[in-house]
Nanobody, 119 residues
Framework: QVQLVESGGGLVQAGGSLRLSCTAS????????MGWYRQAPGNERELVAA???????TYADSVKGRFTISRDNAKNTVYLQMNSLKPEDTAVYVC?????????????WGQGTQVTVSS
């Protein structure tokens, strides 16, 4: 089992910045991907950004150029630096870890942290 603890959400004005952190603990071997999803009311959960163990990154088109994901393997922590925030970025942001176990991939989720961007 992997436990995820998130921090860094909050309320910010449009154009502002926030940094989210997510630290993994427990059985943290073979973690392939660490990333962030978000879900706004009435919307489906969507991938915001992810980083592989080899530091390859993936971003949603809507956040490219504004958000940066990074990973500190020594601390088992993934960060999401969010700049130039827009009201449409308002959502619950949830940390995700994908762990390889033989031929299976296990998904672990954090509890979520609220990000609210006011106009």
């Amino acid at each position: 089992q992997v436990q995820l603890v998130e921090s860094g959400g909050g309320l910010v004005q449009a154009g502002g910045s926030l940094r989210l952190s997510c630290t993994a603990s427990g059985s943290i071997f073979s973690i392939k991907f660490m990333g962030w999803y978000r879900q706004a009311p009435g919307n489906e959960r969507e991938l915001v950004a992810a980083v592989s163990s080899g530091t390859t990154t993936t971003y949603a088109d809507s956040v490219k150029g504004r958000f940066t994901i990074s990973r500190d393997n020594a601390k088992n922590t993934v960060y999401l630096q969010m700049n130039s925030l827009k009201p449409e970025d308002t959502a619950v942001y949830v940390c995700n870890v994908k762990q390889l176990g033989g031929s299976l991939t296990y998904n672990y989720w954090g509890q979520g942290t609220q990000v609210t961007v006011s106009s």
